[in-house]
């Protein structure tokens, strides 16, 4: 048996909202951004390891020129 096995099932928690901005700043140029957040996490301690906590935010920006 592993002793970092954990008994049963975990208490976790997953997001992922995320937002999108479009602005069009003339006939053929676009302004876009992006945002997207990545969250995990778990509760309570269960076992003898620590609960587990991973987030990440990710930030995209674009222009946009279509002829």
Known sequence: ???????GSLVSY?????????????RQWKWKA????YGYGEGLPVGPTLPRNFHGNIVTLSVNYAF
Do not use: G, H
């Open 14 to 26: 997953y997001q992922t909202p995320y937002a999108e901005l479009v602005f069009d700043l003339e």
């Open 34 to 37: 992006d945002y997207n957040f």
């Open 1 to 7: 048996m592993n002793i970092r096995q954990v008994n």
